[in-house]
């Protein structure tokens, strides 16, 4: 009987840990620096909750132009058996900087299940026409991240690197909005070697107005599950889409640089040695298009 009470108290626990949830989390992104007179978007994300009575107070030094505009978005992955599932609601402001300096995005609140979040605060430097600086579009990744899906011993120099084995994937978050409804979309790196990579070409996103997301450049790329093969991935934009029109918005392909960490395999005094060899390969990303509908009639506020 005790040993019984035992198992189950085992079993009890282990489920215990297997269902953890993640706190609801809410959170403020903006751009680090933005032009004087030009518009951007600030983002007030809430992780893990579903969310009523926004109040995200109007930054000085800034001009409110529209907001917020409401998307929300959903994920499942499944790693090695494990099923996880995550949700995202994200409200977004529409400002114009008025003039140069420091501009603070206050705080919000918004309440979510029952309790009532508090956002971060952050500073924003809004600088004049000319100063802006910008990022590159070559990333380098592996080298102490996951592991690439293909045995290195078996990424023999001068093996045929398949359409396959590296590719660039557009996608979009939903695919029926409303006019300047909100839209995530998403570019990503699927390979199965270590390398770099650089963009040639960037997708265009005509008919919409575009915030770019930031995204880390810091070369470390996950590991994940795509038809049914397993992949290093890494993400190179995210970028909130809004329609300006309807009929079929379209993201058009963008083409990209790959260099693939090949190896060179030989025995040498008993021992195998493996040399890293780079093959290049260019690649062309898909298309992602999303149905886009009128605003109903009489147009909303």
């Excluded at 909005?177 to 270590?194: N, P, W």
Aim: hydrophobic share 30%; charged share 15%.
């Amino acid at each position: 009987m005790k040993t019984t009470a035992y198992k189950f108290l085992s079993i009890l626990a282990t489920m215990m840990l297997t269902l953890t949830v993640s706190a609801a989390s809410f959170v403020v992104e903006a751009p680090s620096q933005v032009v004087a007179g030009q518009s951007f978007q600030v983002v007030y994300k809430l992780n893990n909750g579903h969310g009523t009575n926004i109040n995200a107070p109007r930054p000085e030094g800034l001009k409110y132009l529209y907001g917020p505009a409401r998307s929300e978005m959903s994920s499942t992955t499944n790693v090695n058996g494990h099923v996880s599932s995550s949700r995202m609601e994200a409200y977004t402001y529409t400002y114009r900087a008025e003039r140069t300096g420091k501009v603070t995005i206050p705080a919000a609140t918004i309440e979510a299940d029952g309790h009532t979040l508090k956002s971060n605060s952050y500073t924003i430097d809004v600088v004049a026409a000319g100063q802006k600086g910008g990022g590159g579009g070559n990333y380098g990744y592996g080298g102490g991240g996951a592991a690439p899906p293909v045995d290195p011993y078996e990424q023999t120099a001068g093996r045929t690197i398949s359409p396959d084995d590296a590719f660039v994937h557009v996608s979009l978050g939903r695919d029926n909005v409303y006019e300047q409804e909100a839209v995530v979309c998403t570019i990503k790196l699927y390979t199965k070697y270590e390398g770099n990579i650089s963009c040639t070409k960037q997708p265009s996103f005509e008919g919409c107005l575009i915030e770019e997301i930031p995204t880390p450049r810091d070369g470390n790329p996950r590991t994940e599950t795509f038809n049914g093969k397993q992949y290093l991935t890494l993400d190179l934009g995210k970028y909130i889409l809004y329609p300006q029109q309807s009929g079929t918005m379209t993201v058009t392909s963008g083409n990209y640089d790959i260099t693939v960490m090949q190896r060179d395999v030989y025995q040498a005094g008993g021992f195998m040695v493996s040399l890293p060899v780079g093959t290049q390969v260019r690649v062309k990303s898909n298309q992602a298009s999303i149905t886009v509908n009128p605003l109903p009639t009489p147009r909303p506020a």
